[in-house]
């Protein structure tokens, strides 16, 4: 198992992860958590959910005659608002994995100029991610309309049956979303350096990707396999780091889960307070955790083949 590149890859990958972080350089770990902060590294759990728009003081006077007559303006400018945050919050963390790249290549010491130039790059991403959502949630309807919705309007009494049925259909999605998870880790991870290097779109980026995969899939499903492992170890870790620290601090733990968490005795903006806590401690545990991830992907990249030379060095742990 020695053999494969990926796991070669891991040695360098942590020698760069610590060079990075130690000895300790307040702006460079600065600029990493801005970053993180950007790819999504501070995300742990939703936003509490069990609160109604009463909750919110620009909109706790209204009732139920107003939501549905003149005030229902107010409600849609509330979540147009929110959208936009999202979509401008999903730029800027499609361009910030562009930027991830020149910072660790050390192109950039610093984020502006980085920011300015990978706009365009940013922009085509962030396109390719929102097609994917949009056809998983046309499917998601498309499942949900096409099985779960029929058996209920033939048996409507037979609540089993429409269960059954959306299980079924959750079952079938979640089958489509694995692979989309691949999609979108070989995206970040190759095809975001890919564009880089040749100055092209994504859609050739994925092109010249595939030609450099070809032959050698067993290295990229070890490759997978490990960040995958990887992922999955830190998320338990994180959690439970999480759990132990919400039940220290007086917080209900079933704030952590989604669906679970409750409202009682919290208002909307005190139950944000320790979605903060959860963030921040995220944020900075996770860092450098993506900053060997993102290292561990372009070493792996360039032992594959040497037209993606961003980090000279690693072809010391050539064979």
Sequence with gaps: MSEYLAVLAIVPALRHTKQIFWPIKTGQIL?????SFFIGAWITSPIPQDYSYADIPYLSALNGTDVITEETGRISMVMTGILFILLVYALLSS?????????????????????????GMGLRLMTFYLSIILIIGLCAAGAIIGIAMPVLIENPDNQTMFFVALIYTLTG???LI???????????????????????????????????????WDEVGIYLLIKISIDLIVGIILG???????????????????????STGYSLFEAIIPFLI?????????TPVVTFLRYYALIFLELLSETYTLLPEVYQCRR
Excluded: N
């Design 178 to 216: 694995l692979p989309v998870w691949v999609l979108t880790i070989i995206t970040t991870d190759f095809v975001v350096p890919v564009m880089m290097v040749h100055l092209c779109g994504i859609i050739q980026g994925w092109t010249i990707l595939l030609r450099e995969f070809s032959g050698r």
């Design 278 to 286: 959860m963030a921040v401690i995220t944020l900075f545990v996770m």
């Design 173 to 175: 999605l979640l089958i």
């Design 240 to 262: 439970v780091m999480l759990v132990l620290v919400m039940h220290l601090l007086g917080f209900p733990v079933m704030l952590i889960i989604p669906g679970l968490s409750t």
């Design 95 to 119: 361009i910030f994995q562009f930027i991830f790249v020149d910072y660790l290549s050390a192109e950039t010491l610093r984020i502006l100029p980085s920011l300015k130039m990978r706009i």
């Design 31 to 35: 600029r990493l958590l801005i970053i």
